[in-house]
């Protein structure tokens, strides 16, 4: 019964997910924006909130709900961490999988250079940042408090430059455009500003309800398969709440929308690798644990990676194909 629920929060959430991402396409055309813009900022950040919410009511909720600090804790610190280590490894490999026969291994993979460079080195920045509050006493919270307050700052400094070069990216042809129409429309209803938030709002509500329901069942599971809730947490929960990214970003670089694809997941981890992370070093243990220290360190070598390769001339398909040999990696070794 547990693993029916999980499966069903799951569905939620992929419903969720793409009732949401519809709207936003939209709101991008309406709003004349650039690509980049929409995956790196509103499509990232509305995908992103399942894996937002799952943390927060992790930390604040079940532990308010069972009095389990330690356990909600646990949770809360294994959602924040392995969405980025999903969207870093995985989900970058799965796009690679995606297209693999259609461009071959040597094939190129062209998002629009500037803003793909902008998202990795806002995360690795960020993310060393995150490392280092790690190894910061819980004697001098100030130290971790101006650690996350940092990190904050850094992701508003990291909107505001994506959207400055929205409209250089709009006058060479990045423009948002809508692939499909919107949800509501179907119905009858027109596709204006007042319907495209109605369906932004449903979405949100079904992403709110699908990621509480979910985090319900972590903890049961844990016990059933016999390993800890911050493993299953660094693990399962990221599987599930990403979803909406892969699959969209798969949909994205199959249609030959490199940029949206790209930016939906880099995008992602900026927000995810900043606000969460901030919030994590303020309100729980935030330690070296093995399976914690393992994870950032794969994370960030998988983002480096690819600003590696792109420094070298650009991406090819077999490149995000190492980034899922990094995910497996992750597993031998904390699986071990």
Known sequence: MVFFQLLLMLLVILVAAEVFT????????????SEGVTGSIFAAVGTALPETLVPLLAIFSYTSATGNS???????????????????????????????KRRGSTGHV????????RDLNFFILAFVFATVAMFVPHTEPLVRYGISI?????????????????????????ATEAEDIMFLSR????TNMPTIFVQLILGLGLLIFGAKGFINEVET????????????????????????EKVNSILWIRKGKDTLAFGNITGAMVFQGT???AIGIMLTDWSPRL????????TLLAAVWLRYRIAQGGLLVWHLLVNGGLYLLYLAIVLH
Not at 22 to 33: D, K, M, Q, T, V
Not at 225 to 234: E, R, T
Not at 291 to 298: L, T, Y
């Open 110 to 117: 062209r998002p629009e250079r500037t803003g793909l460079v």
């Open 275 to 277: 606000l969460l992370p």
């Open 291 to 298: 399976e914690v220290s393992w994870g950032i360190g794969i």
């Open 70 to 100: 330690h356990a909600g804790h646990d949770i809360g610190v294994g959602a924040i961490l392995g969405a980025p280590l999903m969207l870093a490894t995985l989900s970058i490999s799965l796009m690679a999988l995606s297209v693999l």
């Open 22 to 33: 519809n709207a936003l396409e939209h709101l991008g055309e309406r709003l004349g924006i």
């Open 150 to 174: 940092l990190m904050i700052l850094i992701y508003f400094v990291y909107v505001l430059m994506t959207i400055k070069a929205s409209q250089a990216l709009v006058e060479d042809g990045h």
């Open 187 to 190: 119905l009858g209803l027109p």
């Open 221 to 244: 599971a844990a016990a059933i398969l016999g390993v800890s809730a911050l493993l299953l947490s660094l693990l399962i929960i990221p599987i599930a709440t990403e979803l909406p």
